[in-house]
């Protein structure tokens, strides 16, 4: 299946298309609808489409508190559900021969500006230029195979639904863009597995008391012994014993699963699930990793970080060669804040094998590797992430890191955006780990 693309649409005709619904008979007694689609158009037309979100429209578009909470407030997907229906609705009745077309896909709300030739081609399947005849001929067999297709279904959902974590190939995104195939190419060829691993935090099972504790200094069981607060714990409550526990996860890496396997399942069919307390060179050497979270708490990407330029730590992320018009120091917002601006870091290197990588969507705080996982599958924010890496030859240099600026609002990502980026040097792995030849 080819992917839709999109010729490009002059400014003026996407004004135009824009102003044909806002005045149109449909949108009449619509206000809200219309401001939101004003704001969500003006952005795309501008090019500021990467930095629109749910908290943004609802603040910005729909009048609401600097206080409003996407999770509480379904205010601007209940709205972007009546705009979809509204413009279906428009191009249908008021303005069937329109010749560009505004279009938001279900999910998301950056709009498209679509040339309807171009839409009613990619809507029609490549049977539908079939003779009638075939097609009545095929007909009986479909219905005789029907039943059988039901059972068939059943199985592959079970199996779907049973097997252990992998993804399935699903048909090619229809937002895979140039520069998304630029950025993600190495991570789904079809000769190397997929690997997503994730931090596991430390926690504590604790005798005889039956509670589990956690400290965020303590990310390993050899750090108890030397923690104060856990020392000065044990002692007043009596602890005979802590024992280790890693069967949690946080929000965040929940939902960069989700993003990643969204997204890059489309074009990769092996990814594999692995807790990081598991992970072996064996892993890192055999497949593309995509690791999510605090990477130095594994000793194998901890020794790749220390390729890089930038290191994360408890004030915020360390720029160890600044250039000119850098911070040294990208810091984070008080600890335990949910709100407010926070940085996090990105970063990619080669692996130990030719033609292997490691991409870290690294942070200690729970919230940031969501944002970094929004930001890498998001076509329009990897469109910006692109344009500052390119080289003359359109490629990406092999190990880099980013550092983006992220917005949260009750621990959301309401809006990311970029910092600033180093190329680095490729890491040293070792002689059980040497990069093939």
Same mark, same amino acid.
């Given at each position: ?22 005045? @149109? ?41 600097? @206080? ?5 407030? @379904? ?180 939902? @960069? ?181």
């Amino acid at each position: 299946m080819q992917v839709a693309t999109w010729s490009p649409i002059p400014v003026g005709e996407k004004r135009q298309a824009l102003d044909l619904v806002l005045q @149109s008979r449909v949108f009449l007694r619509c206000d809200q609808l219309k401001r939101m689609l004003r704001f969500i158009c003006e952005a795309e037309i501008d090019g500021r489409a990467g930095e629109l979100s749910e908290y943004i429209i609802g603040v910005e578009a729909l009048g609401r508190p600097a @206080s409003y909470n996407p999770v509480e407030d @379904s205010t601007v997907r209940t709205r972007a559900y009546e705009l979809r229906h509204k413009l279906k609705k428009f191009y249908s009745t008021e303005a069937a021969d329109a010749p560009i077309r505004i279009d938001i896909e279900k999910g998301a709300y950056v709009p498209r500006f679509i040339r309807a030739q171009e839409q009613v081609q990619a809507s029609i399947p490549a049977a539908a230029a079939e003779p009638e005849a075939p097609r009545r001929t095929r007909r009986k067999w479909l219905l005789g195979a029907l039943a059988a297709a039901n059972c068939v279904v059943l199985v592959l959902a079970a199996y779907v639904l049973l097997r252990p974590a992998r993804v399935a190939k699903a048909p090619q995104a229809a937002n895979w863009t140039p520069e998304m195939e630029i950025f993600w190419k190495p991570f789904v060829s079809e000769d190397t597995p997929l690997l997503l691993t994730y931090q596991t935090r430390l926690f504590l099972f604790v005798q005889p008391l039956d509670l589990v504790v956690r400290y965020w200094h303590a990310n390993d069981l050899s750090e108890v012994p030397s923690s104060e607060p856990l020392m000065r714990l044990k002692k007043q409550m009596g602890i005979k014993e802590f024992t280790e526990s890693r069967n949690y996860t946080d929000f965040g890496t929940v939902n @960069s699963v989700f993003l990643l396997t969204q997204t890059v399942g489309s074009r990769q069919r092996r990814i594999l699930l692995k807790g990081s307390k598991d992970l072996g060179w064996d892993d890192i050497s055999n497949n593309n990793i995509i690791f999510i979270g605090q990477a130095d708490v594994h000793p194998g990407l901890k020794r790749v970080l220390e390729a890089g330029d930038f290191v994360e730590e408890v004030q915020g992320i360390r720029n160890l060669h600044p250039k000119p018009g850098e911070q040294t120091l990208y810091p984070v917002a008080q600890m335990g804040a949910n709100d407010g601006d926070k940085y996090a870091l990105l970063s990619r290197f080669p692996g130990p094998q030719r033609g292997r990588y490691v991409l870290i969507l690294g942070a200690a705080h729970s919230e940031l590797p969501w944002a970094l996982a929004e930001y890498v599958t998001n076509p329009l924010t990897i469109r910006e992430l692109v344009e500052h890496l390119k080289l003359p030859s359109g490629e990406i240099p092999e190990a880099f890191q980013l550092i983006l600026r992220v917005t949260l609002q009750s621990q959301v990502p309401v809006r990311i955006r970029y910092a600033t980026h180093h190329v680095v040097a490729a890491p040293e792995f070792p002689a059980g780990a040497v990069r093939g030849k």
